[in-house]
């Protein structure tokens, strides 16, 4: 009896700019990126000083290799330069065909818009001061957020009651649960020129994605695209026979 065979995975190529961002993002792009595919190759780019201090733990235990290279002139960024020719290099010689960028350097936007022509898939991890140029040249933007550091100024415990105060109302401005607009104005665009009005979950996830890379429902203080529709009056759930949903408009509800 033939055995079946598995289904093709992704290969997908992490590729760091170390000198622009923390060893910490590195555990966080790991568990974005497993989602896609396999990684076959893991590459962190950065001068002697970057790789050799900060990063060098970081990279030996999650099996990243460093790529070093050396400034030949001040205010030259040799390590950019390698981090794209390796890019292109493994699109073409098609031992990748995902790409999952880790930087904030809006540089590697051209870099971005180049691999999606090719036909390759990129998304992008980087920090929140990532410029919108980068952003949007990607497929999918994730957001990394640093761990909040501990406020050790004052080891009496005066600035706990604070500490607290802060964290709770900070905690309650992320349970409002907002419902924008484009949402609607999406459900209506994909559903205008169907015959039944309706569109699929993914398919309407799919399309918010590639509008706009960093759309996420937890932005909005929802766990999920579909507990953030269940939110709106004007749009109408439904739980087709195979289990999926679909979303159409609900024309007889009014807006808030």
Not at 47 to 70: D, G, I, M, S
Not at 160 to 175: I, N, T
Not at 182 to 205: C, N, P, R
Request: some cysteine.
């Amino acid at each position: 009896m033939a055995i079946p065979a598995l289904p093709s995975e992704s290969r997908i190529a992490v590729l760091v700019d170390c000198d622009n961002t923390s060893p910490e993002i590195l555990e966080f792009t790991l568990r974005v990126v497993a989602q896609f595919g396999r990684v076959v190759l893991r590459r962190g780019y950065g001068n002697h000083t970057t790789l050799a201090n900060k990063w060098q733990e970081a990279l030996v235990r999650l099996a990243f290799t460093p790529c070093l290279q050396y400034q030949y002139a001040s205010g030259k960024n040799t390590a950019d330069i390698a981090l794209a020719l390796d890019a292109l290099e493994a699109m073409f010689d098609q031992r990748a065909e995902s790409f999952c960028l880790v930087t904030s350097d809006s540089d590697f936007a051209y870099l971005c818009r180049k691999l999606r022509e090719r036909g390759a898939t990129v998304c992008i991890v980087g920090e929140a001061k990532t410029p919108e140029a980068l952003r949007n040249a990607s497929d999918q933007f994730f957001e990394w957020q640093p761990a909040a550091v501990a406020d050790s100024a004052d080891q009496s415990g005066t600035k706990a009651a604070p500490a607290k105060a802060e964290s709770s109302k900070s905690a309650a401005k992320a349970a409002v649960k907002r419902r924008p607009k484009f949402i609607i104005e999406a459900v209506a665009l994909m559903t205008s020129d169907t015959s039944e009005g309706k569109v699929g979950l993914g398919a309407l996830g799919q399309y918010l994605k590639r509008t706009d890379p960093g759309f996420s429902p937890m932005t909005y203080g929802h766990s999920g695209l579909l507990d953030m529709l269940k939110t709106y009056d004007l749009l109408a759930l439904k739980k087709e026979d195979g289990g999926h949903y679909t979303v159409s408009l609900n024309k007889q509800a009014s807006v808030d």
